[in-house]
């Protein structure tokens, strides 16, 4: 079977030893010394060969044929052969013809470009694979050319080592040994690109121009790299003879492959190599001494060379091209010259008398005019420095060496111009053979310096600078340097000097040429400048050319012209006086001197105009009104453009211009004049237009320093405004229908006009004044008329559909259309390119403009009819009938060979048409229209992301950042990036647009169906296309690999691009899939971090670094990426992807590791926990950092304060004014900083007004703006760095928050979690308690130490379970958890309090937050305490806060008192939560003492109306609610003690809550049924009756503890509470008559806390009534009647609430509502536990009413010895109703409830308490074991309802949530337990009471009885005494001496009845259930044995009464 696997493949091998070696060399990535010579060993052979070795095989070709289609062929890398089709087949068979190239690796190359076809869309595979295979070629070539320079250029200044040096030294040594030479030379003459471009099939579809055109490129930079490899190695070190011989041979037989009259740059490239071979300079420089300079050369080293060279040189063979023969001939000259001055041996020393004979051969046959035609015009010559030295070197070594050869040219063309004087003077025609070489050398010299880009000022060599500056009297200052000159520039100089001298008027032209190109630069300007002033005064011998001279004779025109006309006009005479040719060169070639000094050289300028001899202006203006040619005039005119550089000439030249009337500024004349006339009629006609051009360059130079304003005749038009019509109406609309002799001059007219217009729109803002002159109200115009900018009237043409607007987009077509035509070497391609520019810039600056003027036109209700350019781009193109316009602007993304200006402008005019979003739609249908464009421009877009020309490491400052620059000034590296910028600019904007946008189809997402439905792939997977996202990956990708080497600024744009995609509703799944799966982004990237590394020193701190802010808007962008995947990953529960986020983030970052794609190895050979033991909670001396921390280090929290400035000339008020209006957002992150463009005009206009009003020292207030400039620049520096630290720091918190909040709780163990929580709060607190650190940042840092404790506290909880409510059994283990090391922790609270000490009270949101976290902290150590056999760690607590003394105790009170309401409420919850652990109570006494206390209780009072608003209507807010809630719960949490509550009763809260009215205002009926219809789901705020309760409760709280604290016996609190309930008793008898069926928890909680007030009342009745004077009977009648129908109210509701039943009928009907204040919402919801929370309420109610009569039987003074009546008949058993038939059954009605009730009530709670008791142990056993439940286990214990909740809605900690729902469940079924244990002790009692007193002491029918009762505020654990059990005496001889009524009297029966019932109702079984329950549930209460003391009691009662 045949094979593939063997051919590696040419492309890729190619590209890949490309990247290796530019990456190795420019220190891209660290390189590896054995890596990289392995790597150029191994592709050796293709660098020798350059592909040639890989030939045709009939062998293989007939293998491809057999198998390819059948069988299969084994491709490299592929497991199994693969079957290709046979059209595959056939196109690797022509390909492979095509190439002449292996038939193997032809269809490795086609299956390589159908790789490659998702980035060349459009192109079909044969093409691709054509350009392919010379891309490679053209890898090969570059890295050889690479490892050259570097050898010779870049190994000096490298870090690489000298084993680096030396691999590459003897590397390209061995390739040269080996013959590349003759390799480079053959591929060079066989590669015709013609011949190649020929063989591709014409069938192919995409044989189209523009990929010609880029093939040509390729092809052209492929052979131009080859050539520069041997230019580069001969110009550092010589070729061998044999290699320079082969040279010669090349160029002798070597056509030039040139498409116009100037050399190519292979051409130049091979030239220059030759020269190089015959360098004479090697022999030594000619000067001083005879040494040579280059001993390995051939020339000196080899004998043999000179006489060979000279033999080939000589021949007479003939050469292709003669002018190359010549001037390798004039090198070969000066080399024999050379060779003649030195002590050289060679064979034949004869032969080097012919040095003069070869140079005058040389230029005899053309050498001079092939270097000034071919050479110096070949539009690379001049982009290469070696090349223009080389052929400097050439010019001036003839005229060192050569002087003689020099003079006798001089002296032909001397003799030349007297034989052409002669005959001209004899009238006979100029001779033809004349000698021109001396012209011809003066005109290439002057060609050679003419131009210099690369600024290498060679031609200061011929200005002997010391001379000039003492002879002819120059100024010091433009001396370049001083000191002696040296030999050569003597020579030069001299050369120079002696050209001028006698200068014939044959050589006057050529000799102002060589001047002219020896002026370029500023430096040589001045120098010729000096020249011909010295001239002037008389030391060049009254030369021709001086100053004097030249304006004399421009003088002497003039007044001959003038008066030739004057005379013909006078005298009618057709004769004028006429300008010979001659004259007319001599005149061009002075005026074009005088252009190219006055233009570089301001101070020839100066001195020129100001020269009152000369007056330039006056005789050039003369001259343009007078009859000469228009060249002439447009000369004049470039000169006078020249002149208008300098802002002091520009009015001067103004006003000449308009007296000149070259354009006609006076509206009343009709005619055309000037430069009108001859543009339509002398320069149409000839078809060139040097005059237009020339007059188009005066006017911008003239207009960037001045405007003309409305000065002259009321007739002349204002302002610019004639010269405008003259731009627009003759030049700009009819410049494309005029007709060109040269093609590209049409282009450069446009071009011109262009550019001026784009000036202007630059230049001009709308203000309102331009568009209120025509208004009728308009009071602006009297104060004259307004002069308009030019930009005006463009402005408004481009808003409507004028021709200008239709001819700037014709521009735009045409030039998008030429460009795909027109090669990138084309002549006027720069021009198309320029014209299309400017027209673009127009439009873009139209489009930043609309909008502004749209807001004027609607602010001053202006009617101007204008079209938004937005919307007039989307009209119909004229030249195709569609709507085009926008594609073919976003089609100069796709000419990838064109000035990347204008791919930059058509980028912005997107975005500015993309910001009118209403327009989406429209753009995405007009770019996506056509499928193969809508890629092409695709293609376009990822080309120049991905085309970056970055120098590593390089960051523009900020103070550039917000300069409106010229784009005419950046260098192609910036602008490829401010291109990037531009493009992801765009797709940030558009990202936020609604779906879909222009981005997401750039991005490669489905616009045309759904967005969210995408499915990202890899291109060409699928069909899928090479798109920007993919570009971004590659960019950041590289990033990675060159160390963080590319533009930050874009990758910055580049990582906020991908935070967009995955933050976005409907990018973010398809986005963050894509990114994990394809590219394992997340991790390589996290891999990685932390970008910046360094410690941050002072003059960061002062000046901060743009580099590092710009990588942590990077680092900040990429960590909220990886908070979303976190999250995301956490939820879709993929645990492997969030644990392998989480280890890197939680690991060293100290990695070695290079290499990241060995990510996921490097993970799995980390263990979590060993990496984690790191985290010790500080316990260690070193611990180890983790990325976290590294993360946090490179964020400095610190910046200095901006300090003032000292101003002198300006207000710092306006100042400040002024900067806030030139605000701007800077990189879409929020930073509001100065544009300092737009400053530096406010600042310009103040200088302006300063400098006219009063004489001032202008330095010193030049000085001032500078420094004012440098401060904003400086606060706009700190203000990105304060935002991109702010930013940083906010996404290292979502990353924080997201793993603790978000990731698995079980991904970390217990421990780890517990120190890594440790560990960041600490170091945290740490950073923020320092001095310096920023306020700014102190808002997120509280909300990270917030969010840590909350999840801190969140642990604590789940590690610290409470047990549950109840007995402890000792048959039930109770499981142990590890406690909190406190010793730790307690530095937390350290960091807390110092944290909150520091930060500003106008922090707020910092207090907030802090308060928050001391609070969960707080709660933690409560927890702890509770937990732990001791309260020694909340003790230390205290103790910290001890230390602080009144510092913190101050701050929290102060917040507490005047903080904003959230504030505020949180400092009232602290202080609550310290008070209940403050054991010392100092807390208590500071609120005291301070009268912190009296003045809460006192807001309290304030606050009555405000708070009586919340329940009579709507609320607006409920924030007085709650600040009232959290201010009466620190209230009772103070009275809850005794200190405190003597404090509360001194400050007078009862007294001052009872004159409130807040509490007792109940909500109107119509408002309670109006709220009660709204939905509990839809509204948060409680309905009226729930906000009344919320403000009643917090004051019945406060009262019971006060009654806890001190007692009901307490006289003070009694009287006080007494007199409150006394004052609102409607509300208490409210809530004890409510008789409502529908039941809420808050109802029943509301009787709760007043059955437990009149319980502590009925307690201390008998005390207080006791106190009364005995004189006091109106006051004790008083006080007893309240009491009785207090009583009253309270056992009416023993019959409701004092029965199991009627429990049981209230949970059934109960109304479930909302706000039960759980913390878990399902548990909230739950209907089962809300009936157990409902009879828990109806318990401890019926225990208040028990408790109540049980307390009021002692006062039997007041209410009598009995409160129910002596009836048992319900409470009997049926079973044993017969006992007791033989009694009558009695109907007395009766006041009290039947005593049966309590019996009944007695015995359902014996019942009930052992069900429950036993359910309670059940579920005690489950709850210790919760662990190991299995989901049946749990089922059968939770309620239905939370099952099903459980099920359908939680999937994530179901175990936390399962034990907190049991642990609820327990302790509700403990509180049962307990109430049930109560209420029948109590009630035991008083049924005690009640058969004692019935039986024993109850009077007769006539005596009387009452009964009143109370309980306390808790359940009544115990009674005080046992022998309370006994009735005191008093109380039965008061009662039995009272007279009593006949109602209340017991009858005989009665008793009979009761004596009966007795034993039947308390029988032995009940009672022995009684003694089990105090032997079970008793025995650890104190009151030991209560019950079976009162059994016995019963016993012995009802025995003794029968």
């Not at 627009?728 to 229908?737: G, I, N, P």
Request: net charge negative; aromatic share 10%; hydrophobic share 40%.
């Amino acid at each position: 079977m045949a094979t593939l696997a063997e051919v590696r493949g040419v492309w890729g091998p190619s590209k890949e030893i490309w990247h290796i070696v530019e990456s190795t060399l420019t220190l891209d990535k660290p390189p590896d010394y054995h890596e990289f010579e392995i790597v150029l060993k191994k592709y050796k052979p293709q660098l020798l060969s350059l592909f040639s070795s890989t030939q045709r095989s009939a062998l293989d070709r007939k293998n491809i044929n057999e198998h390819g289609s059948s069988s299969g062929i084994q491709v490299y890398g592929e497991p199994v052969p693969r079957i290709f089709s046979q059209s595959f087949v056939q196109e690797a068979l022509n390909l492979s013809d095509i190439l002449d190239l292996n038939e193997y690796a032809s269809m490795e190359l086609l299956l390589a470009s159908e790789h490659q076809k998702p980035r060349f869309p459009g192109l079909q595979r044969l093409p691709l694979a054509i350009m392919l295979y010379y891309d490679g070629c053209r890898c090969l070539s570059y890295s050889l050319r690479s490892l050259i320079q570097w050898r010779f250029d870049g190994s000096s200044d490298t870090d690489l080592g000298q084993e680096f040096i030396e691999l590459v030294a003897r590397y390209t040594n061995d390739l040269m040994d080996e013959g590349i030479t003759a390799k480079i030379l053959d591929s060079l003459k066989t590669l015709k690109i013609d011949n190649i471009i020929s063989k591709i099939p014409p069938n192919q579809a995409t044989q189209s121009i523009k990929y010609r055109l880029q093939l040509v490129d390729i092809l052209e930079e492929y052979t131009m790299s080859l050539a520069e490899c041997l230019f580069i190695w001969s110009f550092y070190k010589p070729l061998s003879k044999n290699d320079s011989l082969k040279m010669i041979e090349y160029v002798k037989n070597y056509k030039p492959n040139s498409t116009d009259d100037a050399l190519n740059s292979v051409d130049v490239f091979m030239l220059s190599t030759t020269l190089n071979c015959i360098d004479f300079e090697a022999l030594g420089t000619g000067e001083d001494e005879n040494i040579p300079s280059d001993t390995s050369h051939p020339l000196v080293n080899d004998a043999t060379f000179i006489p060979e060279m000279h033999a080939l040189l000589s021949t007479n063979a003939s050469w292709e091209d003669e002018g190359l023969r010549g001037v390798i001939l004039m090198a070969w000259s000066l080399v024999l010259r050379v060779c003649s001055q030195q002590t050289i041996s060679i064979d034949n020393p004869e032969l080097l008398e012919d040095d003069e004979v070869i140079l005058e051969y040389a230029i005899r046959i053309g050498a001079l005019h092939f270097l000034r035609h071919k050479v110096i015009k070949s539009r690379v010559f001049y982009n290469e420095e070696f090349l223009v030295r080389r052929i400097h070197s050439l010019i001036s070594g003839v005229i060192i060496l050569m002087p003689l050869k020099i003079k006798e040219l001089r002296n032909g063309a001397d003799e030349s111009a007297r034989i052409q004087q002669a005959t001209m003077q004899e009238g006979n025609r100029e001779p033809t053979d004349l000698k021109m070489e001396f012209s011809d050398f003066l005109y290439l010299i002057g060609e050679l310096y003419k131009t210099d880009p690369l600024n290498l000022q060679l031609n200061l060599e011929y200005w002997c600078q010391t001379d000039i500056a003492t002879t002819y009297g120059g100024q010091s200052t433009n001396v370049g340097y001083r000191g002696r000159p040296s030999y050569r520039q003597v020579n030069l100089f001299k050369f120079v000097r002696l050209a001028g001298d006698l200068l014939p008027a044959f050589l006057y032209v050529p000799y102002v040429e060589m001047l002219t190109g020896l002026a370029t630069g500023s430096q040589a300007a001045y120098f010729c400048y000096l020249i011909l002033k010295s001239n002037s005064s008389g030391h060049g011998g009254g030369a021709s050319v001086s100053w004097d001279h030249i304006f004399y004779s421009f003088k002497s025109y003039y007044v001959s012209l003038h008066e030739s006309v004057s005379r013909s006009v006078s005298s009618q005479s057709q004769q004028v006086y006429q300008i010979t040719p001659e004259e007319l060169a001599a005149l061009e070639a002075i005026l074009r001197l005088i252009q190219r000094i006055i233009e570089q050289d301001e101070t020839a300028r100066m001195a020129l105009y100001e020269n009152q001899a000369y007056m330039p202006l006056p005789v050039l203006f003369g001259l343009l009104g007078c009859v000469v040619p228009f060249t002439l005039k447009a000369e004049i005119l470039l000169t006078l453009a020249s002149f208008a550089k300098s802002q002091e000439i520009a009015p001067g030249l103004w006003q000449y211009l308009e007296s000149s009337q070259i354009i006609r500024t006076n509206s009343d004349e009709n005619r055309k004049i000037g430069i009108e006339v001859e543009l339509a009629e002398i320069e149409s006609k000839q078809e060139i237009y040097p005059e237009t051009r020339a007059f188009i360059t005066l006017l911008d130079n003239l207009t960037d320093a001045y405007y003309p304003s409305t000065s002259g005749t009321s007739a002349r038009e204002t302002g610019f405004q004639p010269y405008l019509k003259f731009l627009l109406e003759d030049v700009f609309l009819k410049f494309s229908t005029r007709q060109y002799r040269n093609p590209s001059e049409k282009w450069q007219v446009a071009s011109l006009v262009l550019k001026v217009f784009e000036k202007f729109m630059r230049n001009y803002e709308p203000v309102p004044e331009f568009f209120l002159e025509n208004q009728a109200d308009n009071s602006v115009m009297a104060t004259g008329p307004i002069v308009k900018p030019p930009g005006h009237e463009l402005f408004l043409r481009m808003l409507q559909p004028t021709p200008v607007l239709k001819l700037v987009l014709s521009v735009t077509y045409t030039a998008c259309i030429g460009l795909d035509e027109l090669a990138s070497a084309a002549a006027g391609r720069n021009f198309l390119e320029e014209a299309a520019l400017y027209a673009l810039r127009l439009i873009e600056l139209s489009l930043l403009l609309e909008k502004q003027l749209l807001r004027i036109l609607r602010a001053y209700d202006i009617s101007l009819i204008v079209t938004p350019l937005s919307i007039l781009l989307l009209n119909v193109n004229p030249h195709t009938g569609n709507t085009d316009h926008l594609l073919y602007i976003a089609r100069f993304l796709t000419h990838g060979n064109t000035n990347p200006s204008l791919a930059l402008s058509a980028v912005n005019i997107l975005y500015h048409m993309c910001r009118s979003s209403m327009l989406q739609s429209d753009i995405i249908t007009v770019l996506t229209n056509t499928p193969e464009i809508a890629l092409e421009i695709m293609k376009g877009f990822v080309e120049h992301l991905e085309t970056l020309h970055n120098e590593p490491n390089v960051l523009q400052d900020l103070d550039q950042e917000y300069i409106e620059k010229d784009d005419n000034i950046l260098n192609a590296t910036q602008i490829h990036t401010a291109v990037s910028e531009s493009i992801l600019e765009l797709l940030l904007y558009c990202l936020d647009l609604p779906a879909p946008n222009l981005a997401h189809f750039l991005l490669g997402y489905d616009v045309r169906k759904s967005v969210s439905k995408t499915t990202l792939q890899d291109p060409g997977i699928l069909g899928t296309p090479h798109t920007c996202l993919h570009a971004i990956l590659a960019i950041l990708q590289r990033n990675l690999d060159n160390g963080f080497k590319e533009s930050p600024q874009i990758i910055e744009q580049c990582y906020h691009v991908i935070y967009k995609l995955c933050s976005s509703a409907e990018t973010c799944s398809a986005t963050i899939r894509y990114l994990r799966n394809n590219h394992e982004f997340f991790t390589k990237h996290l891999f990685r971090m932390p970008f910046i590394r360094d410690i941050h020193t002072q003059d960061e701190l002062d000046t901060p670094d743009p580099f590092k802010v710009i990588m942590m808007l990077q680092q900040s962008w990429l960590l909220k990426c990886i908070a979303l995947e976190l999250r995301s990953t956490s939820l879709n529960r993929q645990r492997s992807d969030t644990h392998n986020l989480v280890e890197l983030l939680v690991s060293s970052s100290d990695s070695t590791e290079d290499d990241i794609s060995n990510i996921s190895t490097a993970l799995e050979s980390k263990t979590f926990i060993s990496e984690f033991s790191c985290l010790d909670g500080g316990r260690t001396s070193h611990p180890k950092k983790i990325r976290l921390f590294y993360l946090l280090d490179s964020i400095n929290m610190k910046q200095d304060i901006e300090t003032d400035l000292q101003l002198e000339f300006f207000d710092p008020i306006a100042l400040d004014q002024a900067v806030q209006s030139c605000q701007q957002v800077w990189r879409q992150n929020g930073a509001k900083v100065c544009n300092i463009n737009t400053f530096r005009r406010i600042i310009q206009e103040e200088v302006n007004n300063i400098l006219s009003k009063a004489t001032i020292d202008k330095e010193r207030l030049n000085n001032e703006v500078q420094a004012l400039l440098k401060h904003v620049i400086l606060m706009n520096k700190r203000q990105c760095a304060l935002s991109a630290k702010l930013q940083a720091f906010e996404a290292w918190q979502e990353v924080v928050e997201i793993i603790f909040s978000v990731c698995p709780f079980d991904l970390f163990q217990p421990k780890m979690r517990e120190d890594l929580l440790l560990r960041l709060l600490q170091e945290i607190l740490d950073r923020c308690r320092r001095d310096g650190t920023m306020s700014e940042i102190q808002a997120p840092a509280a909300g990270v130490v917030l969010a840590l404790m909350a999840q801190f506290r969140k642990f604590t909880s789940f590690k610290m379970r409470d047990k549950p409510f109840g007995l402890e059994l000792s048959t039930i283990d109770s499981k142990t958890e590890d406690t909190l090391s406190f010793s730790t922790f307690r530095d937390v609270l350290k960091g807390i309090l110092d944290f909150i000490l520091r930060s500003s009270g106008k922090q707020q949101r910092v207090r907030m937050n802090l308060y928050v976290a001391l609070l969960y902290y707080l709660q933690i150590s409560l927890e702890a305490s509770k937990s732990s056999e001791s309260k020694k760690n909340g003790n230390d607590d205290m103790m910290v806060l001890y230390s602080y003394g009144d510092v913190i105790m101050d701050v929290i009170c102060r917040d507490a008192c005047d903080a904003p309401d959230i504030g505020m409420t949180l400092a009232f919850t602290v202080l609550d939560v310290i008070v209940s652990m403050d054991w010392q109570k100092r807390w208590i006494d500071y609120l005291d003492v301070k009268g912190y206390l009296r003045h809460f209780i006192e807001g309290i009072v304030r606050s009555d109306e405000i708070l009586q608003t919340l329940t009579v209507s709507a609320p607006i807010s409920l924030k007085p609610l709650y600040i009232y809630e959290s201010k009466m719960a620190l209230l009772a949490r103070i009275s809850s003690y005794e200190h405190g509550a003597e404090a509360i009763l001194r400050s007078g809260l009862i007294p001052m809550l009872t004159e409130c009215k807040f509490y007792t205002t109940r909500p109107p009926e119509q408002l309670i049924a109006s709220e009660g219809t709204l939905n509990d789901d839809e509204s948060f705020t409680p309905d009226a009756l729930d906000r009344h309760r919320q403000l009643l409760f917090p004051i019945l709280e406060i009262i019971l503890s006060i009654f806890s604290s001190l007692g009901s016996k307490h006289r003070e609190a009694y009287s006080q509470i007494l007199d409150f309930v006394r004052q609102n008793l409607n509300i208490f008898y409210a809530t004890l008559r409510n008789d409502n069926v529908n039941v809420s928890l808050m109802s029943l909680k509301q009787l709760s806390l007043i059955s437990t007030i009149i319980y502590h009342i009925g307690d201390g009745s008998s005390t207080w009534y006791s106190q009364f004077d005995g004189n006091d009977h109106e006051g004790q009648k008083l006080y007893r009647n309240f009491l009785l129908q207090l009583r009253k109210n309270v056992l009416s509701l023993i019959p409701r609430f004092c029965s199991h039943q009627q429990w049981n009928q209230f949970i059934k009907r109960a109304s479930v509502i909302s706000h039960h204040g759980y913390s878990n919402p399902l548990i909230e919801s739950s209907q089962e536990i809300c009936k157990q929370e409902i009879k828990l309420l109806l318990q401890q109610i019926c225990l208040n009413i028990i408790a109540y009569c049980r307390t009021t039987l002692a006062g039997t003074n007041i209410y009598g010895s009995a409160c129910f009546s002596p009836s048992l008949t319900k409470a009997v058993p049926p079973e044993l109703s017969a006992a007791r038939k033989g009694l009558s059954q009695l109907k007395k009605p009766s006041q009290w409830p039947e005593l049966s009730i309590l019996i009944q009530l007695l015995k359902d709670c014996v019942d009930n308490f052992s069900i429950t008791f036993d359910v309670y142990k059940k579920y005690l056993y489950k709850w210790n074991n919760s662990a190991d439940l299995m989901s049946e286990e749990w089922k059968d214990f939770l309620p239905e309802d939370m099952i099903l909740m459980l099920e359908g809605k939680l999937n994530k900690n179901r175990h936390q949530f399962i034990y907190t729902l049991m642990t609820k469940v327990v302790n509700n079924k403990g509180k049962e337990i307990t109430n049930y244990f109560y209420i029948i002790e109590n009630s035991l009692y008083v049924i005690w009471h009640h058969l004692e007193y019935f039986f024993f002491r109850c009077p007769t029918l006539d005596e009387y009885t009452g009964v009143l009762i109370s309980r306390r505020t808790e359940i009544p654990l115990k009674l005080r005494k046992l022998h309370d059990i006994s009735l005191p005496r008093s109380s039965v001889a008061d009662d039995e001496s009272t007279v009593k009524s006949d109602s209340e009297r017991i009858t005989k029966e009665e008793y009979e009845q009761i004596k009966t019932d007795a034993p039947l109702c308390l029988n032995d079984s009940i009672l022995q259930k009684m003694n089990e329950i105090e032997d079970i549930f008793g025995k650890d209460k104190s009151r030991l044995e209560f019950i079976h003391a009162l059994i016995r009691n019963l016993k012995r009662i009802m025995k003794m009464s029968n």
